[in-house]
């Protein structure tokens, strides 16, 4: 009889913080989709404004599901209405971004790979300092390197080019690519190296046959890293190019800028997202590297 | 001759980055810091000047809105990232359903630059038709949501689009710092009582002091530096209401052609990141001499 009693009122406890339980639940759930909501919403409202005819746009609120797949405001913000003066259009920008981006983002790369590679495996006298000396490139606010570079552009002849914004974002993604490489590089046991030294390979020779072929992960954070960092700028693009050298988003800034007589949000939109959608593909397909990328390198000047 | 080179062959491999960063981070900003000591207009000239461009700077209006607006958006931004990312944290690391649906969400905006964000938000918050008439017609008549054309607020309409844009990053250093917490002191804290809510305020959040001191040195970083967002969202309008020291910088230089002065305003930057990137380096080598 007392047993029963004592079990039932346990039960009873039991169900409470059951229910309880099941409240917080609910409750976790609604925080985190409302966050999600709130995160996804510029997104969704993006991709339906630019399937919309202006006429729905006028008519209907952020919100409203489009009338239809309207793509023609995707085709204007690719390729322009096809009018001469004042047809500002993405692709010849788009192009300009994967000329600057593929050489900027190997080469940077490549050095990043060398640097990391003699700072922990060819150890010298204040190695320490050189990589504290690199590092501190990753830190400056590039404000304050803008002047002199523009003039240096200048004086080598390729100020306005792609070829200046190659080397702008080569020469400042050092820093990170040499972070990268040194803090991946120093977990790989030195004790290989010293064997392949004993047996006579050589500095090229140990970094290609015995580095490179594990060096696939970092590779991948280094790459999705400068990739989105350079086609993602805006700084050194609006500075240092304009017209026809400029880069995606420089142009994308000048096309929702331009003050020509009606607003086509539509337009605007459609570019938006395709200036975006290289790295966010690079996003969803690659999300664990990127994110490794960014926990490590998020310091940029 | 090749025997030399051999052996000094690592440090010939070095030297180009090493060169590269002396001449194009070291040598620049020196360039620029003598620079702010002339009295440079269009053309650069070399005979020092004093600390006039300092002067002249802190004397302008333009300059101290500037600065201004970047301690409000600093503390605002800082505020509502670290919060909503240790929420998001926090709740998800719930043993939650679609965990990772809900962080691809809330990260995703971190892979997109400044300049589409700055777009997609000056479309919603352009009041004519934006979410003001959104709200309006949704029957709110008097629904006012006007900050981006506000003097006032308009700066506000940046801390918004800025949060949205890195509070999941702050959300994906603190959920890394939680995972790698030993499940062993969260089960001894609740086998001696204590509550979920004891556990994180008590044992988990003081145990992520780094993360705080990490995301709190990337936060103020990044917003040092806002540039690209502002140029989007508000060009520094309306009027100059919503100028900051970045934009301040390049518009001296490139539209006023006040050289000088906008490689003072730079060196400022410069030290306001120093402040806090010095102190975060020497700790980080520590703990790395530490280990």
Redesign the interface.
Known sequence: MQDSLKSSSYQQLEQKSKYTNMFLRWF??F??IL??S??????Y??VV?SLKTMEE??QG???SWPSGLNLESWAVAWGGRGYGAGDTFLRPYFWNSIKMVVPAVFFSTF??A??G???TK?R?KGDQW?F??????C???????????A?TLGVLGISNSVIGLVLVHT??G??FT?LFFRNYYISVPTELVKAARIDGA??FKIFFKILLPISAPIIVVTVIWQF?QI?????FG??FSFGEAAPI?VA??NM??SSTSVKE?NV??A???I??IP??I???LA?KY??RG??SG???? | MFRWLEKNLPKIVMAPAVGLIGWFVYGFVLWTLYISFTNSKILPKYELWGFGQYEKLWASRKWLIAVDNLLIFTALFLIFCVVIGIILAIFLDQKIRAEGLLRTIYLYPMALSFIVTGTAWKWILNPTLGIQKMFRDWGFENFTFDWLVDREMAIYTIVIAGVWQSAGFVMALFLAGLRSVEDEIVKAAKIDGASLFTVYWKILLPMMRPVFFTSFVILVHISIKSYDLIVALTQGGPGISTTMPALYMTQTAFHKSQVGLSAASAMMMFMAVAAVIIPYLYSELRRENAR
């Open positions: 976790l759930y925080i985190l966050f999600a709130y995160f996804i919403f510029p997104l409202v993006m404004t746009i006028r609120t952020l919100l050095i990043g060398m640097t590679y003699v700072l060819w010298f050189v504290l000396f690199l590092l501190f490139g830190f400056i606010p590039f404000q304050a390197i803008l002047l002199p570079m003039r020469v400042y050092i820093p040499t050589g500095f989105t086609w993602n700028d805006f700084l609006s500075t988003q994308l800034n929702v800028l949000y605007d939109m570019s938006a997202i200036a975006g790295t966010l690079v996003y969803v999300g990127f994110i960014l926990t998020a310091v940029k000047g």
